[in-house]
Each structure stands twice: as C-alpha cells, then as structure tokens.
C-alpha cells in the first residue's frame, strides 16, 4: 500500500538557519504530494503541494520539489523564524482514483530558538 | 468564507459510553473525510464521503465506529460502547471536488479522552 516517511524529530534550530524535513514516499501510481503545517493550538493547513513529476512547490519561503527518481518531497527552508515553530506533515494523495484520503507521514516537530 | 467547523471541540466521557461528533464542512464542498489523530498511529483516515456515492469506509478500525453525512453537508462521527484507546484527536476535513491532488482543509478537531 501506499505509504510516507518522514524524518523524525523534533528538529531545533537557531532562527535563521536552513531547514530540510527528508520526505519519501511509497505508492502504487502517480500521487499527488502534500506538505501540512500544524502551529501550536491550530488546525492542520496545507503549506505547499505539487501534483507531478518535478513540480515545485512553494508558500511562505518554504519548497519542496516533486522528485519522482528518488520518489521524495523534501521540504526546505532558507531561513527560518521563531514563528515556523510547528509540526509539519508529509502527504500524498493517490492520483488515477479519483479524490482519495491523505496518506501522512508521521509528523516532524521543528522548534526555532531566537 | 467560514471553514470546517468541529463540535464539540472537547470531550471526556467513560468506557462504554456512546459519543457523537459532529463536522460542518466548507459550504458547496463534496467531499468530506474524518481522520484520527494519536499519539502512537500519528494521523489515520477513517472514512469518507463524496457526494451522494457510498462512503469509503476502509480505515474504520472496528465496528464501533459508524458515521453518516445528512444531505451532503453535515456529517456525524458516532462511536459505539467508547474504549481508552479510542482516545485521539479526531479531524474532518473537505474538500471541493472529487479530483486527485484537490485540498483538504481541516477542521480543528474534536479532542476525545476516554476514562
């Protein structure tokens, strides 16, 4: 079935420094992927998505790029900040049937120290 | 426009007891998904409705749990005779059509403790 991992936490950094959350995946077809910040006290958002092969995406500094030869979706950052302190959520979606459920990676804690 | 909104967004209860949860999903969004969030299984789907079609029910972990969307809008998730390890954060999210790769927007959640 399909599946996603994502590296483990919680990752601490100083504000400022560069970020990258490791993303893989397992999947039968062609899916769609999906980064989910979760802010402390906050529902789940989408951060960025990409929807095929070598798609970018991008929201609020952060990226992540659709790499169907290594099937990943790392997520980075160049330079981050007190308030990206959260759990962030790899996902993908099963393209070719429809509308499906997400499929989450575990979840990574980043904490940013001023 | 107003998101998905979750109620109640607490609730304690004992074992064996009966919960309802209920999700109101953005307005004119079809498809509609609860999720299960742990501390030891991280995020799970549950099931899910799109539209008038039966709902997939494949991630319900037993027959405890049974949900129902009343006139493809508001969906209740009900779970029958409450055990501790049903204790969870449990997320509804919809979104606006049936295609592969749409966004989900997520409620904020119902948190449940079973005594």
């Known amino acids: 079935g399909n599946s996603v991992t994502q590296m483990e936490g919680p990752v601490t950094l100083s504000e400022e420094a560069f970020l990258t959350i490791n993303c893989t995946y397992t999947a039968t077809g062609y899916p769609s992927l999906f980064w989910y910040v979760q802010y402390p006290g906050e529902g789940l958002q989408l951060l960025l998505k990409?929807?095929?092969?070598?798609d970018k995406g991008s929201n609020k500094g952060f990226e992540a790029t659709y790499r169907k030869e290594t099937t990943s979706f790392h997520l980075e950052k160049g330079s981050v900040q007190v308030s990206d302190s959260a759990v962030y959520f790899c996902?993908?979606?099963?393209?070719?049937?429809?509308?499906?459920?997400?499929?989450f990676g575990k979840g990574t804690r980043l904490s940013v120290i001023a | 426009g107003a998101g998905v909104s979750q109620s109640p967004s607490n609730k304690v209860t004992e074992k064996g007891k009966d919960v309802e949860l209920r999700c109101d999903p953005i307005?004119?969004?079809?498809?509609l998904y609860w999720y299960r969030q742990s501390l030891g299984q991280g995020l799970e789907f549950l099931i899910y409705?799109?539209?008038?079609?039966?709902?997939?029910k494949s991630g319900l972990p037993s027959d405890r749990f049974s949900a129902e969307r009343t006139g493809g809008s508001v969906s209740t998730l009900t779970i029958q005779r409450t055990q501790q390890e049903d204790s969870a954060v449990y997320l509804c999210?919809?979104?606006?059509?049936?295609?592969?790769?749409?966004?989900?927007?997520f409620g904020p959640g119902t948190r449940l403790l079973v005594l």
């Open positions: 996902a993908l979606s099963e393209r070719d049937s429809g509308n499906t459920p997400l499929v």
């Open positions: 999210a919809s979104s606006p059509q049936h295609a592969e790769g749409e966004t989900q927007y």
């Open positions: 307005s004119g969004h079809t498809a």
């Open positions: 990409a929807t095929k092969a070598d």
């Open positions: 409705f799109q539209g008038n079609s039966a709902p997939d």
